[in-house]
């Protein structure tokens, strides 16, 4: 069964930072493409980050470019999500996804996702 369970969200200060963790299981994640989608209160699910495959292609939206670093570590098939510098708007959501992630009309989604961590940025 393919699994992915998020951990490592929490509620920091503005500046702050956290390290997000995606566990997997099932697979391997030298296999597939990986990402991070979030979703903020009242907003539709935002792509934030996605590396491929080979680890070779990283890929981050604009507004967290130079804050956030995606990372892997293919021993413990674990994939991570180092946040910095975080501001109020990154509160949200966060989702390790598997996989083609389609975006349309303002949300973006994939097939197979964890259940999520929360990330709360507030003074």
């Known amino acids: 069964e393919v699994r992915l369970v998020e951990s490592g969200g929490g509620l920091v200060q503005p500046g702050g930072s956290l390290r997000l963790s995606c566990a997997a299981s099932g697979f391997s994640i030298g296999t597939d493409n990986m990402n991070w989608l979030r979703q903020g209160p009242g907003k539709g699910s935002q792509w934030v980050v996605g590396?491929?495959?080979?680890?070779?292609?990283?890929y981050y939206d604009n507004s967290v470019k130079g804050r956030f670093t995606i990372s892997r570590d293919n021993a413990n098939n674990t994939i991570y999500l180092h946040l910095n510098d975080l501001k109020t708007e990154d509160t949200a959501m966060y989702y390790c996804t598997k996989g083609t992630v389609q975006c349309s009309a303002g949300t973006c989604h994939s097939a197979v996702r964890g259940q999520g961590t929360q990330v709360t940025v507030s003074s």
């Open positions: 590396i491929n495959r080979d680890g070779d292609l990283i």
